[in-house]
């Protein structure tokens, strides 16, 4: 997979060099490219951002660079375009395995007050927020979505298993995780998990999925 990101930050995307996403990098299981919008701007001054038409606090990404990165990046608009805005589409399960089927996205990351209207009109294909609430950027944003479809990439996590009973995956939160000592200051491993009892031990793990669903985010039972 393929993963390109216009922003003004892209020493920040560094971090993704590291674990099981920097691997991934490594083994070349997906690449992916920080492009710094300021390279394209026409802008002498290095300039990327104006205040906005209609007054209001703060500044706003202005569409020249941004739109010049992005077509530079995907000529051929070939690349699945997303912007991170607080406005977009909350990211969950089912966007993440959607995306993991791309070759090749192609990330707008924000920042200030936002970008121009008419940038996101033309070249942005979808918006995608993170949650509920507003960050300074759209770089951590974009991180969270390069580490959750990536690890649904082909041979990144090793093993395919490893995704199959983790939380969301069938729509409920995950159950809980034990290993060694046996006995950790008093606290004992469930003795299902020791039986041996294949049964046994996926109807204790479905249960406590359905517990934890219920008494954490009952709105994923719902439906």
Same mark, same amino acid.
């Given at each position: 997979?393929?993963?390109?990101? @216009?922003?003004?930050?892209?020493?920040?995307?560094?971090?993704?060099?590291?674990?099981?996403?920097?691997?991934?990098?490594?083994?070349?299981?997906? *690449?992916?490219?920080?492009?710094?919008?300021?390279?394209?701007? @026409?802008?002498?001054?290095?300039?990327?951002?104006? &205040?906005?038409? /209609?007054? /209001?606090?703060?500044?706003?990404? =202005?569409?020249?660079?941004?739109?010049?990165?992005?077509? @530079?990046?995907?000529?051929?608009?070939?690349?699945?375009?997303?912007?991170? !805005?607080?406005?977009?589409? =909350?990211?969950?399960?089912? =966007?993440? $395995?959607?995306?993991?089927?791309?070759?090749?996205?192609?990330?707008?990351?924000?920042?200030?007050?936002?970008?121009?209207?008419?940038?996101?009109?033309?070249?942005?294909?979808?918006?995608? !927020?993170?949650?509920?609430?507003? $960050? =300074?950027?759209?770089?951590?944003?974009?991180?969270?979505?390069?580490?959750?479809?990536?690890?649904?990439?082909?041979?990144? +996590?090793?093993?395919?298993? *490893? &995704?199959?009973?983790? !939380?969301?995956?069938?729509?409920? +939160?995950?159950?809980?995780?034990? &290993?060694?000592?046996?006995?950790?200051?008093?606290?004992?491993?469930?003795?299902? +998990? +020791?039986?041996?009892?294949?049964? @046994?031990?996926?109807?204790?793990?479905?249960?406590?999925?359905?517990?934890? &669903?219920?008494?954490?985010?009952?709105? $994923? $039972?719902?439906?």
């Amino acid at each position: 997979m393929r993963i390109d990101v @216009a922003t003004l930050f892209p020493e920040m995307f560094d971090c993704l060099s590291y674990g099981v996403i920097g691997r991934a990098i490594e083994n070349k299981l997906i *690449s992916v490219n920080a492009e710094n919008i300021r390279d394209h701007t @026409a802008d002498k001054h290095g300039k990327c951002d104006d &205040t906005p038409f /209609g007054g /209001g606090a703060g500044m706003v990404m =202005t569409p020249q660079p941004i739109h010049d990165t992005i077509n @530079a990046l995907d000529p051929d608009r070939k690349a699945l375009r997303i912007y991170m !805005s607080p406005k977009g589409k =909350t990211l969950d399960q089912k =966007t993440v $395995l959607r995306l993991a089927q791309r070759e090749w996205i192609l990330i707008l990351c924000g920042n200030y007050e936002g970008v121009d209207q008419r940038v996101i009109d033309e070249d942005i294909d979808e918006e995608i !927020s993170v949650g509920d609430y507003v $960050l =300074t950027g759209g770089e951590l944003p974009a991180m969270v979505l390069i580490n959750a479809v990536a690890r649904y990439v082909k041979g990144v +996590l090793g093993s395919d298993r *490893s &995704t199959d009973e983790e !939380s969301f995956s069938d729509g409920l +939160l995950e159950y809980p995780q034990y &290993t060694r000592p046996r006995n950790f200051l008093g606290k004992e491993v469930p003795e299902v +998990l +020791l039986s041996g009892d294949h049964a @046994a031990i996926a109807k204790w793990r479905r249960e406590k999925q359905l517990e934890i &669903t219920r008494l954490r985010r009952p709105d $994923l $039972l719902e439906k």
